[in-house]
């Protein structure tokens, strides 16, 4: 028990910490019971983020805040109205040619794999074959009954979605519009003596900021040098394989990994073990490494640097508490964390001071 006291004098008895610690706990708790309920809040927080800094750049030119906000705002409608009428029909289009060549892909998928055994014998045999095509029917049955009951539920995830695109840019625009209004709505309901909370805040509210705009930039970014290259070369799919490329940059490391899938499968069964194949995975090979080596540097410059372990810890942690948001905020989560350990009071462990003062008599 003496051991846990002074462990919990050292770190708990100044009163900074323990407001910062509940500020914490009660944040934690509201975003995992209620965040499911609060996405489109989320959403919308993540979009006026990327928003601010444009309306921030136009107030330093002198344009006032409201006009700045309707200005970009504008702009932003503009670009949703292009996504949901440019974008998301020729994804579902091209969603829709791929899975009417599924029986053809599988077919010929089969085949190859039927064929290892007679090239790799001393790798592959014939039981090892069966067993994986058992699997692979087994996951096609349970697929299908997932399919149906997507189907089934997507009369409710076509209401969700027109309830999101009325509500997000409402909420944008308000926060927005509001930014100082409910910050300092926030900020008269917490103590007055909150110094530790309010330096933690500034520099977490900077990383995020950073962060997230920075992300949306090099999701852009990667999504469309990645359909150009995929389109001039001739592959099919060309904007659902971008797209998956653009998003698998919210998940560091893991992502890029996965999408080298479905890339590599489309590029077999549509040209075999070709030259157009092994020049497509090359090419994804120059995005990835332009994307982590010249890119992200020049987007993320600010934001702290984490070990790539903790990146993937927190994405494995934030993930799997809050799904989506989870994932795309793990960095600025981490960073978070990061920042509380640093900017945690300590106060000298008592046996260290005991020891001291001992030694110096």
Do not use: C
């Not at 409402?170 to 309901?189: Q, T």
């Not at 090419?283 to 640097?305: C, K, M, R, T």
């Not at 978070?336 to 005991?354: H, N």
């Amino acid at each position: 028990m003496e051991v846990l006291r002074r462990w919990f004098h050292r770190y708990f008895s100044d009163p900074q910490v323990v407001i910062l610690a509940v500020v914490l706990v009660i944040g934690f708790v509201v975003v995992a019971t209620m965040g499911q309920m609060l996405a489109p809040v989320l959403a919308a927080l993540v979009l006026a983020y990327l928003l601010d800094g444009i309306v921030g750049a136009l107030q330093q030119r002198g344009v006032p805040r409201l006009g700045a906000v309707s200005l970009v705002f504008v702009i932003f409608l503009v670009f949703l109205f292009f996504a949901m009428l440019g974008l998301l029909p020729r994804l579902s289009y091209q969603m829709t040619q791929l899975v009417q060549q599924l029986p053809y892909i599988l077919t010929k998928g089969q085949g190859a794999i039927m064929g290892l055994p007679e090239r790799y014998p001393e790798l592959v045999n014939q039981q090892q074959v069966n067993d994986l095509m058992d699997a692979i029917r087994s996951e096609l049955g349970s697929l299908g009954q997932r399919v149906v009951s997507v189907s089934v539920a997507s009369v409710v995830g076509v209401i969700t979605l027109i309830v999101y695109l009325i509500l997000v840019p409402v909420l944008v625009f308000f926060f927005l519009k509001d930014k100082e209004r409910i910050i300092g709505w926030i900020i008269d309901y917490l103590p007055r003596d909150r110094a530790l909370t309010t330096q933690v805040w500034r520099e977490v509210n900077i990383q995020i900021g950073n962060y997230v705009r920075g992300k949306i930039w090099e999701i852009l970014i990667v999504g469309v040098v990645s359909y150009i290259t995929f389109a001039l070369m001739g592959l099919q799919y060309a904007v659902l394989l971008a797209t998956l490329v653009g998003l698998s940059v919210i998940i560091p490391y893991i992502g890029a990994a996965a999408v080298t899938v479905p890339i590599a499968a489309i590029a077999y069964f549509q040209w075999g073990w070709s030259a157009d194949f092994w020049y497509v995975l090359v090419a994804y090979g120059v995005i990835q490494a332009l994307d982590a080596n010249v890119l992200v540097p020049l987007l993320f410059s600010e934001v702290v640097n984490l070990h790539p372990v903790a990146i993937i810890i927190a994405v494995l942690v934030f993930g799997g508490i809050w799904g989506f948001w989870g994932i795309f905020f793990a960095i600025p989560l981490a960073t978070l964390v990061q920042s509380v350990l640093i900017s945690w009071p300590r106060k000298p462990d008592e046996a260290a001071e005991s020891n001291q003062s001992t030694s110096e008599a």
